[in-house]
Nanobody, 122 residues
Framework: QVQLVESGGGLVQAGGSLRLSCAASGRTFRRYAMGWFRQAPGKEREFVAVISWSGDNTYHADSVKGRFTISRDNAKNTVYLQMNSLKPEDTAVYYC???????????????WGQGTQVTVSS
């Protein structure tokens, strides 16, 4: 069982930066690939980024590539999403999730956090 709690969301102007954190409970955190997803009002949840259990492999959605970076610290049971050059279209609730394998498919994630709101003003 893995419990996930996101933090770090907020209101930022376009071009600004935020760093999201996702703290995980449970000693099995290291066994899971960790992903970030987001959902804007009226839209489906979409994949943002994923990182392997070791941190050696990362994948980012084209829409955030070059601006967002996923990372993890297994000693702290925490995964991060550094978001730079934010745009108004990045406004969404951001969720972290845990999966047995590296994937961009939300249905393959077993555990989800409650989400944190990110709002980017123009």
């Amino acid at each position: 069982q893995v419990q996930l709690v996101e933090s770090g969301g907020g209101l930022v102007q376009a071009g600004g930066s935020l760093r999201l954190s996702c703290a995980a409970s449970g000693r099995t955190f290291r066994r899971y690939a960790m992903g970030w997803f987001r959902q804007a009002p009226g839209k489906e949840r979409e994949f943002v980024a994923v990182i392997s259990w070791s941190g050696d492999n990362t994948y980012h959605a084209d829409s955030v590539k070059g601006r967002f970076t996923i990372s993890r610290d297994n000693a702290k049971n925490t995964v991060y999403l550094q978001m730079n050059s934010l745009k108004p279209e990045d406004t969404a609730v951001y969720y972290c999730a845990a999966s047995p394998g590296v994937t961009n498919i939300s249905g393959r994630y077993d555990y989800w956090g409650q989400g944190t709101q990110v709002t980017v003003s123009s």
